[in-house]
């Protein structure tokens, strides 16, 4: 079975901060992608991947970077965290020309 | 732009049918899916459809496609109070990437 494992399920921070979210799976997939969800939003894409040092943005970038150093590993940064980041944050994966994605558990932050 | 509606609430009581609906506007997406979020978890993908079917049955989920009207719904038989959950759907975007377009998900409260 394929594995995302979110480095935190809650996390709580403070305005101003500079946040790490990591995210690792262990099945040797091309394709790794954040998102945060909101009640009567859905999922909103923050930024996906499709290979090691390649990234792109999605939707709603603003606000985040990301990392690819490896191919197991995805991080998402939030640079100078904000009251508006307090979310459900969903990292998911997907081999290259697939398109079913698998999703980690999620990991809740809030910003105070 | 790409856009994915549904309704945000379903209620039904425990043994009866209960029909999820979604609705798409890429009429070139390549795969629809369906999948399930149960409270505090990530997204756990239920089944999907590729855009030259019009129904797929996979035990107590049926898939239905209306390409004509852009209209994707999910039944579930036998609704168990196991099924309460969020449904999203999402739609493969065309072209070249790899992403996926969520709808905002809808709740289904299973009453007893």
């Known amino acids: 079975d394929v594995k995302v494992t979110q480095s935190s399920r809650y996390l709580v921070k403070r305005t101003g901060e500079k946040v790490f979210l990591e995210c690792v799976q262990d099945?040797?997939?091309?394709?790794m992608f954040w998102y945060r969800q909101d009640p009567g939003l859905g999922l909103r894409l923050i930024y996906f991947s499709y290979d090691v040092k390649m990234k792109e943005k999605g939707d709603i970038p603003e606000g985040y970077s990301v990392s690819r150093e490896k191919k197991e590993r995805f991080s998402l940064i939030l640079e100078s965290a904000s009251t508006n980041q307090t979310s459900m944050y969903l990292c998911a994966s997907s081999p290259g020309g697939t398109l079913t994605q698998h999703f980690g558990d999620g990991t809740r932050l809030s910003i105070l | 732009g790409e856009d994915v509606e549904q309704s945000l609430f379903l209620s039904v009581r425990e043994g009866d049918s209960s029909v999820i609906n979604c609705t798409y506007t890429?009429?070139?997406?390549?795969?629809l899916y369906w999948y399930k979020q149960e409270p505090g978890a990530g997204l756990q993908l239920l089944t999907y459809i590729f855009s030259n079917m019009d129904m797929k049955q996979d035990q107590r989920l049926t898939v239905l496609l209306n390409k004509k009207d852009k209209h994707l719904s999910l039944r579930i038989a036998d609704t168990q109070t196991g099924d309460s959950a969020i449904y999203f759907c999402a739609e493969s975007m065309s072209g070249a990437t790899n992403k996926l377009i969520f709808g905002t998900g809808t709740l289904l409260a299973v009453q007893p």
């Open positions: 099945m040797d997939h091309e394709n």
């Open positions: 890429d009429s070139s997406s390549t795969y």
